[in-house]
């Protein structure tokens, strides 16, 4: 299962757009509302979560993704919710992701240390202990991170190919992209 943690203020296009691709591949996905099933992202589109946060209980874990934006990634961060759960899907050897200024979040927590990763121009600083190479979208071990918003659909392919394969990632890319 991979649960995508949405606060309010959260960035709708980082959350929205791999949030698609993956449910068009059929992947387990649950959207999990953080204090609230109706959250507002940073732009004024409101959305229905899947799961209120209280309801979280997970059986099987494989990924743990986290949307941008603000404040929607300081209300990540101050989620006790949220911190359990990454910390439970990095001792459970799950998938991370995280993308434009939440990649913060696993730096400050101190989980990219020796490892690759990428934020929000501005956020690297907060990346502590990672390099940060010159990529868009990058996989090191299990966290994969993203610049923002503008990558987000690579960002989605990224997690489709990881559980569905190259193949499926390259026909599914064709197919929203070609048309």
Known sequence: ????????????????????LLRRVNLDITTVGVGNKFITGAHGITVKADIVDTELSYSSLDMIFLPGGMPGTLNLAASDTVINAIKDAYRADA????????PSILGDM?????????????????????EIPE????????????????????MGLEIVKIFCGEETAKKLSHAVISN
């Open 1 to 20: 299962m991979i649960y995508m943690f949405l606060a309010e203020g959260f960035e709708e296009i980082e959350a929205l757009c791999p949030l698609d």
């Open 95 to 102: 998938y991370i992701a995280a993308i434009c200024a939440a």
């Open 110 to 130: 101190g989980l990219l240390k020796g490892k690759k990763a990428v934020c929000y121009p501005g956020f690297e600083e907060r990346l502590i202990g990672a």
């Open 135 to 154: 990529q868009n979208v990058v996989l090191d071990g299990k966290i994969l991170t993203a610049k923002g918003m503008g990558v987000a659909l690579e």
